[in-house]
């Protein structure tokens, strides 16, 4: 299983999260950019463990792109999601 470690604070706007995303979970050139697309690819990968480094202070995009990938581990048996 792949460990994949994120820092929280790069997930905290719109164009720093998606540029952030697509390049440490190696995300196809067509990534939308957007969370629909985010939990497409997220429900593609396989075998992967992803630890998500929580900010200190948390804002609206944090939580949307948490509850994208919490439900992406809902979908996906082989998928783990983890924030410390």
């Given at each position: 299983?792949?460990?994949?470690?994120?820092?929280?604070?790069?997930?905290?706007?719109?164009?720093?999260?998606?540029?952030?995303?697509q390049e440490v979970l190696e995300l196809?050139?067509?990534?939308?950019?957007?969370?629909?697309?985010?939990?497409?690819c997220l429900t593609e990968l396989q075998?992967?463990?992803?630890?998500?480094?929580?900010?200190?202070?948390?804002?609206?995009?944090?939580?949307?792109?948490?509850?994208?990938?919490?439900?992406?581990?809902?979908?996906?048996?082989?998928?783990?999601?983890?924030?410390?």
């Open positions: 299983m792949k460990k994949i470690v994120l820092d929280g604070t790069r997930l905290c706007n719109r164009e720093v999260t998606h540029a952030y995303l196809p050139v067509y990534y939308g950019k957007n969370l629909d697309a985010l939990y497409d075998d992967i463990y992803i630890e998500i480094k929580r900010p200190e202070e948390e804002n609206d995009y944090f939580r949307r792109v948490l509850r994208v990938f919490k439900g992406a581990e809902m979908e996906c048996e082989s998928f783990t999601v983890v924030v410390k």
